[in-house]
Structures are given as structure tokens and as C-alpha cells.
């Protein structure tokens, strides 16, 4: 595997730990993926429901508990620390200044299009931007504006094809399309940022995501122009995944039947792992009394049909009949726990024997 370079940092192990709310992928995760070389990432969506005994104000407890959260990673690794900051959360804005504020080296968004992020940006910043796209149009539309505004070419860009976990950028009818796969838009997506890295001399590293699951996988995607790749899913099961023994559970009892596209209430399609909850809320047995967070600015609490941000915190507590687990389209093919260490030297064996192989 060659080194994963995003401007002057340098991932020795060309993976990016996925960023995974709530509460799946914060500073136990991303410390231990960073200290193996990989880049880890934290994730801001619901840290204000992580941390409410902070206070009981939602996007105060973000803030604070964003900041704990780095100051745990920093604690644990030297390695390369990220923060992925949806655009659909209402306290985007929070979220990006304060990964800025406390020198997060680089945020990766996505659910939306980040067009104003390096507006956040100040004189001395330090930290890398990197968009999450889901085809190449979308990278050059970011990219046209990023740069005409703001003078912004992007320190990275990841593509995620439609087998990725949790929100998808894509339609349900684009996920059955076999012209909307990993394999079919990185390359044009490569190609639209070896175009901007023309024009504007700056090397712009493309990160493929969505469904890579083994080292095999790993060299097959890079085969295909990536620089690097990004990973969830395979990192839940593992010993410092920061979710509760039963959410890890649900991937390892999970069945290829099990993995189901739901329709989010932020309006968006995801990926899940079905249970009784689910069950109950395809009858309409669930309803939310009122919004109490107002953490997705799409998220209609009238037409909702349970508020996920709960659904969410209940899964990553353990407590999943009163919520669900997202998933990447391979989560059923994970069989034990083991640690990070453990997984990336067996992605780092899957790759090398298929190097070898095509000797």
C-alpha cells in the first residue's frame, strides 16, 4: 500500500476510518486507527446528546463535547485526527469552527454539499478540508465555487458509491443503477480532480468509499485511480469502536437478507440492519411526541415518524428496540471482534497477496 499524502500529512496506511454518528466513531476509534497509521475520524452528529449532562442546551454540549473528543484523541495518538461535520446538521457551523478552533487536522462533509466551508477558515488555520461527493458533477460545482469565492481548491475529495452506511447521497432508484456504482463514478470523479489540479497546481487526493470491506477490495479501487480508500463498517466490529457490545452484536447476527434501504426522516435513503424497530415503525406504530434536539435542518417532526437522532444514541447504547443500527451494504459479513491492529495488518496481508498474485 502506498502512503495516503493530504497536503503535508501523511497517512503511512492509505485508509480513512469513516466517520460514523452517533457516538459509533469518536476519540477511542479514531486514536486507534491514527495510531496504526490510518486516518481516524470523530464524528459531530450528537455529541450534544452524548454529552447533555454537560448541558442540557443541544448545540452547547455539541461544542463542548466535540472539544473533549479531540483533547481524548490527541491524549491517545499522534496520528492524523479528522472530524466528519454533516451539512444537513443545523450546528454545521458550530461543528466546523470548533474542529478549526481546536487545529483538527482535516474535516471531511458530506450529506450535502459543503459549498461554504472554507468560509470558516482563518489566517492561521491548520486544518485540511475535504468534501464527501457522490459524483464528479458535484466535485466540479464544489470546486467552481471554492475557488471563485474563496481562493479554496480542496486538500482532498472522497467519493462514496451507494453501498456506503447511514445516509446515502443517492436515490433509490440510483443505488440499483449499475451506471451509480463505486467502480463506474470514481473514475470520473478522479479525472475531474486531475482536472482542477491542472489548472490550479495543487494535488488533490480522491478517497473511495462504499462497500470496500477486504485488502483485495483495497487494491482493486486503487487500481482504479484512488489515493486512498475510506472504511466504516469494518471498523465497528472491533474492540475500540466506541459503540456499546450489542450495537457491534447487531453487525455479527446480521444476515445478508437483514441489510435493508429505509427512508430516513431527514428525507434522505440509509442503510440499516433491520430489527423489531424498524418493524414497528414500517406499521406505524411510532410517532415523536416533539422535536427536542432540532439537529437536522430536515427533519420534519410533524411527518416524522420517530426522531432518529434518539434512535441513533439508543442503538449506540445498546438499547435496540427503541432504535437501529446504519451499516455499510458488507456489514453481514463480519464474524468477530478483533482490534484495529489486528485488521489492518489482515487488510495489509489481503492486499499484499493480491499484489503477489498478479506477479
Avoid at 466551508?117 to 486544518?127: C, G, R, V
Avoid at 475535504?130 to 469565492?149: D, G, N
Avoid at 456499546?244 to 440509509?270: C, L, N, T, W
Amino acid at each position: 500500500m502506498k502512503p495516503l499524502k493530504i497536503g503535508d500529512l501523511t497517512a503511512t496506511v492509505p485508509i480513512v476510518q469513516g466517520g460514523m454518528g452517533v457516538g459509533i466513531s469518536l476519540s477511542g476509534l479514531a486514536s486507534a486507527v491514527a495510531n496504526e497509521g490510518g486516518v481516524g475520524v470523530i464524528s459531530s452528529a450528537g455529541l450534544g446528546v452524548i454529552y447533555r449532562d454537560y448541558s442540557h442546551d443541544y448545540d452547547e454540549a455539541s461544542i463542548y463535547g466535540l472539544g473533549e473528543e479531540l483533547a481524548k484523541a490527541r491524549s491517545l495518538t499522534k496520528g492524523i485526527i479528522g472530524v466528519n461535520v454533516m451539512v444537513a446538521m443545523s450546528n454545521f457551523a458550530d461543528m466546523v469552527r470548533t474542529a478549526i478552533a481546536r487545529k483538527a487536522d482535516i474535516i471531511f462533509s458530506g450529506a450535502g454539499l459543503p459549498l461554504t466551508l472554507p468560509s470558516f477558515l482563518k489566517s492561521d488555520s491548520t486544518t485540511k478540508l475535504a468534501p464527501i461527493v457522490s459524483s464528479a458533477r458535484a466535485l466540479k460545482v464544489l470546486c467552481r465555487r471554492w475557488i471563485e469565492e474563496y481562493g479554496y481548491v480542496p486538500d482532498a475529495v472522497v467519493v462514496e458509491g451507494p453501498k456506503a452506511g447511514g445516509h446515502l447521497g443517492y436515490s433509490a432508484q440510483q443505488l440499483g443503477d449499475a451506471n451509480c456504482t463505486l467502480e463506474h463514478i470514481l473514475p470520473e470523479v478522479v479525472a475531474e480532480a486531475r482536472e482542477t489540479e491542472q489548472r490550479t497546481g495543487k494535488h488533490i487526493p480522491v478517497i473511495a468509499g462504499g462497500g470496500i470491506y477486504t485488502g483485495e477490495d483495497i487494491y482493486d479501487i486503487t487500481a482504479l485511480g484512488a489515493d486512498g480508500v475510506q472504511m466504516g463498517t469494518r471498523f465497528v466490529t472491533t474492540k475500540e469502536c466506541d459503540a456499546s457490545a450489542e450495537f457491534k452484536q447487531s453487525y455479527i447476527d446480521a444476515r445478508k437478507e437483514d441489510i435493508e434501504i429505509i427512508q430516513s426522516p431527514v428525507g434522505m435513503p440509509g442503510r440499516a440492519i433491520h430489527n423489531t424497530f424498524l418493524e414497528k415503525v414500517k406499521e406505524g406504530l411510532k410517532r415523536p411526541k416533539n422535536c427536542p434536539f432540532n439537529c437536522i435542518k430536515t427533519c420534519d417532526v410533524t411527518h416524522s415518524p420517530y426522531c432518529i437522532m434518539m434512535a441513533l444514541y439508543n442503538a449506540f447504547r445498546g438499547k435496540l428496540e427503541n432504535g437501529y443500527a446504519f451499516c455499510g451494504a458488507n456489514a453481514w459479513r463480519s464474524d468477530r471482534i478483533v482490534s484495529v491492529r489486528e485488521l489492518i495488518a489482515s487488510l495489509k496481508q489481503e492486499f499484499d497477496r493480491k499484489v503477489a498474485s498478479l506477479r
